[in-house]
T-cell receptor, first 112, second 114 residues
Framework: RKEVEQDPGPFNVPEGATVAFNCTYSNSASQSFFWYRQDCRKEPKLLMSVYSSGNEDGRFTAQLNRASQYISLLIRDSKLSDSATYLCVVNFASGGSYIPTFGRGTSLIVHP | DAGVTQSPTHLIKTRGQHVTLRCSPISGHKSVSWYQQVLGQGPQFIFQYYEKEERGRGNFPDRFSARQFPNYSSELNVNALLLGDSALYLC?????????????FGPGTRLLVL
């Protein structure tokens, strides 16, 4: 079983829709959590960090559930420009440092 | 300010050869990490270097090695290339080692092994 799992999708939604992605992790020695966005043939870029209390940035809301070991990303009022792959990242503690572990990514396609 | 830079952008090698990839972090960043991303998968962690010392290693064979220089730039070396090493190799920099820090990725080097 992979340490960080995501539904690869694709999620195909119309403009204006609300869409949610989940990401589960298996290692309880987890330190920090992030969502990255990756456009086709580009490098990943940070979308937002995920905090235990949940956090919001405009149309994006991220939440963390440590008890159930998952993080979520909610996108409201989807735009065509939101089409991309969304990668969740969990940093696992390891020997005084941490190991960043990416999920395989969830593909989002927003259509007119 | 310049972001993370990587060279070369593309590379074609044959099986058995070796390759050296280079990365320059954002000015002021002391930590550099290397990732391998194959098509359809997320980036896989290979190494992290901080202040010229290896501080983290992923599950990759000894054919993979890296180093960091006094100016914080880094090289990733892969020996005895296999077809399965074909991938996008990403470098990311961050200010330090804290697990909560944001990593900034370079555009990557696309390696094709024939």
């Amino acid at each position: 079983r992979k340490e960080v799992e995501q539904d690869p999708g694709p999620f195909n939604v119309p403009e204006g829709a609300t869409v949610a992605f989940n990401c589960t992790y298996s290692n309880s020695a987890s330190q920090s959590f992030f969502w990255y966005r990756q456009d086709c043939r580009k490098e990943p870029k940070l979308l937002m960090s995920v905090y235990s209390s949940g956090n919001e940035d405009g149309r994006f809301t991220a939440q963390l559930n440590r008890a159930s070991q998952y993080i979520s990303l909610l996108i409201r009022d989807s735009k065509l420009s939101d089409s991309a792959t969304y990668l969740c990242v969990v940093n696992f503690a390891s020997g005084g440092s941490y190991i960043p572990t990416f999920g395989r990514g969830t593909s989002l396609i927003v259509h007119p | 300010d310049a972001g993370v830079t990587q060279s070369p952008t593309h590379l074609i090698k044959t099986r058995g050869q070796h390759v050296t990839l280079r990365c320059s972090p954002i000015s002021g960043h002391k930590s550099v990490s290397w990732y391998q991303q194959v098509l359809g998968q997320g980036p896989q962690f290979i190494f992290q270097y901080y202040e010229k010392e290896e501080r983290g290693r992923g599950n990759f064979p000894d054919r993979f090695s890296a180093r960091q220089f006094p100016n914080y730039s880094s090289e990733l070396n892969v020996n005895a290339l296999l077809l399965g090493d074909s991938a996008l190799y990403l470098c990311a920099s961050s200010p330090g080692l804290a697990g909560g820090e944001t990593q900034y990725f370079g555009p990557g080097t696309r390696l094709l092994v024939l």
